[in-house]
């Protein structure tokens, strides 16, 4: 099928949809029963895709439809394991040849690929399943938020942390005051480990056989192919990634973002080293600052340390503890100081008496307040679950979608060394317009890759 003639069909068919087009497909309006399956098409088969392949198909209540990757190497085990099922490179002409087929899109590509393959699937009416980080820019995060809601399908960001109970625990402990008034977040990753800093665009190679390079590059920019890039090392370059921030802070940010209910970040500051107009900075430490009522003063700042740099002088737990555990989140506050793991996993008090307490009195590892997942480090499980109840899980976009837009914002603060105030309803900033273009325009958007004409702020 040629995508421009199916592009020019699908818009001439559709209506106005608040900037997106949907159009009345087969899957929208289908009625799934509790006895029924969720059809399910993978989009990013190998990798951390393939981990998405199997666990969806282990769900009792869906089954694979369809596959879909532009690289047939990194696809190779996941078709051996299912050679039943359809396979795709193209995710456009995958949604259109398979419509009445799919019920719901999981996809699990690079980053700069989220976007439009998910607004491609939802304006189908599927459901929507997407690896973390969610997007790659701030309006990119409002947009998909936004048209999901509108089109009243059932979305997750795969952030398996959201599965575990530290997030429930963290919100209850501070709901009853046990950490007192909050101070500060301190946060840090042991990532990269790939190559990041000082890069330049490789020498230009031949295309293998089984790779659609143009497919893969989607809306970035042109490049050659060249080695470097493929299947994994693409995170630290701007056009694709999202460097460590981006990759990590969606774990390990989730339980202070929701145990503290913090918003949109009122300034952003921060320092990099080693980067260029390619590659993201290999160091970077980063800061926000956030207004809440449940923070000192009515503020609650957060740090964010990569590159080998660790948070230092955080109150109740000794330095060498601190290095050892390299990717981590503390929340200090006046009273106590929690340590969470990558994942929400472990949370830890400073005040060992007080964990002794909890665990007798019930309320150290099970959360009474805020029910438990069932699908402990299994997002996908709960999303097709959800998809077949009818019911946002609670990773869905709503909360997903902001959650991302702080950490792009700690991404976006590593270029700015003085405080730069956010004004959050706006999506701008207040005193240094030039850094506006980092809220949405890290690449302009080939329409080809699109389901509907957008024009970005700031571009």
Known sequence: MSIKTSRRNFLKASAAFGGLMVLPSWAATRKIGPNDKLNVAVVGVGGRGRDSVNLIAAAPNAQLVALCDVDDRQAAGAYNDFPNVPRFKDYRVMLDKMDKDIDAVAVCTTDHMHFPIAMWAISKGKHVFCEKPLVRTVWECRKIRDTAKKAKVITQMGNQGHTNNGWRLIREWREDGLLGKIREVKASTDRPFWPQGQLTPPDKKPVPSEVDWELWLGVAPKQDY??????????????????????????????????????????????????????????????????????????????????????????????????????????????????????????????????????????????????????????????????????????????????????????????????????????????????????????????????????????
């Open 226 to 459: 060249g080695d470097g890039i493929m299947p994994f090392n693409w995170r630290g370059l701007k056009n694709y990634g999202t460097a460590s921030v981006g990759d990590m802070a969606c774990h390990i940010l989730d339980a202070p973002i929701f145990g503290l209910e913090l918003g949109l970040p009122t300034k952003i500051w921060g320092s990099s080293s080693g980067g260029n107009d390619y590659s993201f900075p290999q160091q970077m430490e980063v800061n926000a600052e956030f207004e809440s009522p449940y923070g000192v003063d009515g503020k609650i700042t957060m740090s964010w340390c990569d590159g080998g740099l660790m948070p230092q002088n955080v109150d109740r737990f000794d330095q060498e503890t601190v290095d050892r555990n390299k990717s981590t989140s503390y929340i200090i506050g006046e009273k106590e100081t929690v340590m969470t793991g990558t994942y929400c996993d472990r949370p830890m008090l400073s005040n060992r008496e007080l964990m002794k307490e909890l665990k007798e009195a019930g309320r150290f590892d099970n959360p009474t307040r805020y029910a438990e997942s069932m699908y402990k480090g299994d997002p996908q499980k709960e999303w097709v679950t959800a998809c077949i109840a009818g019911e946002q899980p609670p990773s869905n976009f709503d909360y997903a979608a902001p959650f991302c837009e702080v950490a792009l914002l700690l991404l976006a603060a590593s270029y700015m060394p003085e405080p730069v105030e956010y004004d959050g309803k706006k999506m701008r900033f207040k005193n240094f317009k030039e850094g506006n273009k980092y809220l949405s325009s890290m690449y302009k958007y080939n329409k080809e890759f699109l389901p509907f004409d957008v024009k970005q702020p700031n571009v």
